[in-house]
């Protein structure tokens, strides 16, 4: 397993901070005090206060920024929190820094190797279920891995529950708050399923970690069987899907949105058909990029090919849209090596889409890592355009330093609250 911080001209964005996660302490003192405060400050901090504190909420959320906070708090950093600084990097973010994470000792059982499997954080924790194995077998285990909100170089797998969702590849797992929602996928037999599953992860004292899967009830209505699709979730109580691989091996291009319950007890599938939308297609993925906003990437298409188009959909109560994102190629570094499948798309730190790995059409396997800029991608006059309209500086091709993993396909990855950290598990080698 690896796992990836987000580095920028060499040096790491961890930092310290001195707000407690309930909220900054400013915010409960009168506003005559804080002039006081401002007063004896000079003038470039002021600047950066009045900048940055609004500009990191903007720009990245205040989720990422709590978990940022809290992250900091809980390693006892002593140093004060440059967030100017640490802002600057971020957005300047060039190069990311590879750590093989290992079990605690050479005797642990760790999960067995496999792909098209799925690898969740929720709930301080790493959660790994499914995939396939060599040979093509499909694989029935959850595993769980506590992690917190600290870097760790070692893991201490946890083998949880068997048989329960059936043994599946090619699936789509997504968090909504604290529960995980997992459908469809493709068992060894070749039947796809179209079966709603919500889990939940618990610390028992006596039984340590738990985690607890059931059917979700969606009624008489669901999407036709199916794998190797893309799914995200939309807020906390949607789910989408698009495409995969359906009955006789047919690539599907529908999309789908479920909705969720209040307590998750129950869930509504239905389609969402607009025009345009995407081709049909396997393999690519889904990333929600904040709000109703999601973006689509890659895959393989009908006829085959490896693609690296690119989507957005815009989820509405009253319109949803799908608009293809046109950008100029030929401005990416080493352009030609960006169509991929099997890769993995997710979103981290400064609101960024990290795209690791995946094949080519010769299934050449890639072990890359690009940035996607979000920030321009609007489907209303989208900057900045070049004369032909087409979107420029939108990817970047980052640097790996410290461990180099092997290149692979059809991986699992997701990243910890804040996004600093990208966790990836197995996927298909060379050889």
């Given at each position: 397993m690896a796992e990836t911080s987000t580095r920028s001209s060499g040096a790491a964005t961890t930092t310290s901070s001195s707000y407690s996660s309930s909220g900054s302490p400013i915010t409960q003192m009168a506003q005559d005090h804080i002039f006081s405060i401002l007063l004896l400050l000079p003038t470039d901090s002021i600047i950066s206060f009045s900048m940055t504190c609004s500009r990191f909420r903007r720009d990245w959320g205040p989720t990422t920024v709590d978990a940022l906070k809290f992250s900091a708090e809980a390693t006892n950093c002593q140093q004060q929190l440059s967030w100017m600084r640490l802002y600057k990097k971020v957005c300047q973010l060039d190069s990311v820094s590879c750590h093989r994470l290992s079990g605690p000792d050479a005797g642990m059982v760790l999960p067995k190797p496999r792909a098209s499997h799925s690898l969740n954080f929720v709930s301080d924790c790493l959660v790994l279920f499914g995939g396939g194995s060599e040979g093509g077998r499909h694989i029935d285990d959850t595993w769980v891995a506590y992690i917190g909100n600290d870097f760790r170089r070692m893991l201490r797998w946890e083998k949880i529950t068997s048989g329960i969702p059936s043994g599946r590849f090619g699936h789509t797992c997504v968090v909504i708050g604290n529960h995980l929602v997992l459908f469809g996928g493709i068992n060894d037999d070749g039947?796809?399923?179209?079966?709603?599953?919500?889990?939940?992860?618990?610390?028992?004292?006596?039984?340590?970690?738990?985690?607890?899967?059931?059917?979700?009830?969606?009624?008489?209505?669901?999407?036709?069987?199916?794998?190797?699709?893309?799914?995200?979730?939309?807020?906390?109580?949607?789910?989408?899907?698009h495409g995969g691989i359906g009955l006789y091996g047919l690539r599907l291009g529908d999309t789908w949105m479920l909705d969720l319950s209040e307590n998750l007890c129950f869930g509504t599938w239905h389609e969402v058909v607009t025009h345009p939308s995407p081709p049909a297609r396997s393999g690519h993925t889904l990333t929600c990029i904040g709000g109703s906003r999601?973006?689509?990437?890659?895959?393989?298409?009908?006829?085959?090919?490896?693609?690296?188009?690119?989507?957005?959909?815009?989820?509405?109560?009253?319109?949803?849209?799908?608009?293809?994102?046109?950008?100029?190629?030929?401005?990416?570094?080493?352009?030609?090596?960006?169509?991929?499948?099997?890769?993995?798309?997710?979103?981290?730190?400064?609101?960024?889409?990290?795209?690791?790995?995946?094949?080519?059409?010769?299934?050449?396997?890639?072990?890359?890592?690009?940035?996607?800029?979000?920030?321009?991608?609007?489907?209303?006059?989208?900057?900045?355009?070049?004369?032909?309209?087409?979107?420029?500086?939108?990817w970047k091709r980052l640097n790996a330093e410290g461990y180099k993993p092997e290149c692979r396909s059809f991986h699992g990855a997701c990243t910890d609250r804040s996004g600093r950290f990208l966790f990836v598990f197995g996927g298909m080698v060379d050889g």
């Open positions: 039947i796809r399923h179209n079966d709603t599953w919500v889990g939940q992860v618990a610390l028992n004292e006596t039984l340590g970690f738990t985690v607890s899967w059931r059917l979700l009830d969606v009624g008489s209505v669901a999407p036709p069987p199916r794998g190797a699709h893309a799914g995200c979730c939309i807020g906390n109580n949607r789910m989408v899907i999601t973006v689509l990437f890659g895959g393989r298409g009908l006829s085959y090919n490896v693609l690296n188009d690119l989507w957005l959909f815009e989820f509405s109560e009253v319109y949803s849209k799908w608009v293809q994102i046109l950008y100029e190629l030929k401005n990416v570094p080493g352009g030609i090596s960006l169509p991929r499948v099997g890769h993995s798309a997710t979103l981290i730190l400064g609101g960024r889409v990290l795209i690791y790995g995946g094949e080519d059409s010769q299934r050449h396997r890639k072990d890359d890592f690009w940035v996607l800029d979000t920030g321009a991608i609007t489907s209303v006059n989208p900057i900045p355009l070049n004369s032909r309209g087409l979107l420029v500086n939108i």
